[in-house]
């Protein structure tokens, strides 16, 4: 006869692999209800339970990765993040999910503890989000705590190094890009996301598409004249001008290659995020206050004035960025 459990002021959870979850115990689907009349669960025998039973590693991997997607709303690259660190994790101890223990995870990550804070940051957040949010077992991952993540102050190349660096890439694409990045504060999958009706390049505004997940934020930003130009020679060189068609998709690859024979040539070391940091610091030493270069950059306004007392409209942030007069080539 199988045991029976009553539930009683508890309502049953159903985790990621449609077993209903109380506490730390797992059941059957039977018949529940609410406000007062009897809960019967029939409990699982997880001592028969065999990982053929539930699916091998890639069909547990990616159910979890369609949870992440749907049901967390997470973009495209944070599944994949999470998805990569669980597929190593069972690969590893080599166990069904329900016999791991939190002694397993603390081997696992015992591996990664002098690895860098980000890297320990993202494995953490993946078994955090299967454990706790997927098979509904927080216990095996509450004790874990997140690395703290020392400062290290920011050194910026300077314009004559901008300069070098720029016309070392020999590729109009790529010369294009950088100084879209460096002109607008974008973040480089921002900028490789943008379509053409992105782009108003009479007013030289940028309007970049909110990821999927909604985890970065997105203003609106702008085009200095240099990278107008170079834009507008883009733009007049295509043989479609549909508003949907991606501008830099495609050119992602093509980008790297570009950057790295540049670095080979020149021995400056530039990457699309030091744009966007040369391009907050460069705002800054041009008198921007932080509230517009935190607009531009599409962070959150910190401060109360920011939040509630600044006008953030697209004609008053054109005019601040236009005063600045920002310049990225000597």
Not at 57 to 84: K, L, P, W
Not at 168 to 196: C, H, P, Q, Y
Not at 217 to 234: C, P
Request: hydrophobic share 35%.
């Amino acid at each position: 006869m199988v045991p029976t459990y009553s539930a009683r002021g508890s309502r049953p959870v159903q985790n990621g692999l449609g077993e209903y979850v109380v506490g730390r115990e797992r059941f059957e689907l039977s018949t529940f209800c609410v406000s007062g009349i009897p809960e019967t669960l029939m409990k699982r025998d997880n001592s028969r339970t065999e990982l053929s039973e539930i699916e091998d590693v890639d069909q547990i991997v990616n159910a979890f990765g369609d949870f992440c997607r749907i049901d967390m709303h997470r973009s495209d690259r944070t599944v994949e993040n999470n998805s990569y660190w669980i597929r190593r994790f069972f690969n590893s101890v080599k166990k069904n999910p329900r016999e791991v223990s939190d002694q397993d995870v603390r081997e696992y990550l015992r591996r990664y503890r002098d690895s860098p804070a980000n890297t320990y940051a993202n494995i953490l957040k993946a078994f955090k989000a299967f454990f706790r949010d997927f098979m509904r077992m927080p216990w095996i991952v509450e004790s874990f705590r997140f690395p703290n993540r020392p400062f290290h102050p920011k050194t910026v190349p300077s314009k004559e190094q901008l300069s070098r660096f720029y016309y070392a890439l020999n590729d109009s694409i790529a010369e294009t890009m950088f100084l879209v990045l460096a002109s607008t504060g974008l973040r480089k999958n921002e900028v490789l996301s943008l379509r053409i009706g992105d782009i108003d390049l009479e007013k030289r505004t940028v309007i970049p598409r909110k990821g999927y997940d909604g985890a970065k934020n997105t203003w609106i930003t702008f085009l200095n004249e240099e990278a107008a130009q170079t834009v507008g020679k883009y733009l007049a060189s295509l043989r479609e001008s549909n508003p949907e068609n991606d501008l830099f998709k495609k050119f992602e690859t093509r980008l790297k290659r570009a950057f790295k024979k540049a670095y080979q040539k020149t021995g400056i070391h530039i990457t699309a995020q030091l744009l966007r940091e040369w391009f907050a610091c460069e705002m800054g030493k041009l008198g921007v206050p932080d509230r517009y270069v935190d607009a531009f950059c599409g962070r959150v306004p910190r401060s109360v004035l920011a939040r509630h007392y600044t006008d953030f409209s697209p004609e008053r942030l054109k005019e601040v960025y236009d005063k600045a007069g920002l310049r990225v080539l000597d």
